[in-house]
């Protein structure tokens, strides 16, 4: 239901408007306007809650798949341990429920990949350290990497 013009009633009875959707999502998202506001526009029976109101409505999770990506690309090159779990955690966060949302899917599953492929980075990085100190010798190992 794309509907120009909406209008929407304060706490005290006021009505403002007309906005547009995208002002009146915004509004939402913010929280400047709670979900329990009441919102009407031309073709609608009566005055409805914000969060009642389908197209009005917004995606929770999206920013949890885009944070996914981003904690994933720095983990990936920066290989830091604790962000490639907690990329790994919001994409599967934001992933999960995803079904309808394909874009953000995409990102969720791009942000578990990531930091799955900086786990085994880290992971094989690490294996060969310790294959080189047994080769050499710890104490050799240890003594080249403080020079």
């Known amino acids: 239901m794309e509907l120009a013009g909406w209008y929407y009633l304060r706490g005290d009875g006021e009505r403002f408007g007309p906005l547009k959707t995208a002002e009146l999502r915004r509004l939402l998202e913010t929280g400047s306007l709670p979900r329990e506001a009441l919102v009407w526009a031309e073709g609608m029976a009566d005055w409805v809650p914000a969060g009642d109101v389908s197209t009005l409505r917004t995606d929770p999770y999206a920013n949890r798949a885009i944070w996914s990506l981003v904690l994933g690309l720095v983990s990936v090159f920066g290989l ?63 003594r080249s990497m403080q020079e």
């Open 80 to 142: 830091f341990v604790p962000v490639m779990f907690v990329a790994a955690v919001a994409g599967l966060i934001a992933g999960i429920p995803a079904r309808r949302s394909t874009t953000r899917r995409g990102l969720a599953i791009a942000g578990i990949c990531l930091s799955s492929l900086g786990l085994i980075a880290v992971s094989v990085l690490a294996w060969l350290l310790f294959d080189v100190a047994q080769h050499v010798g710890w104490q050799e190992f240890l």
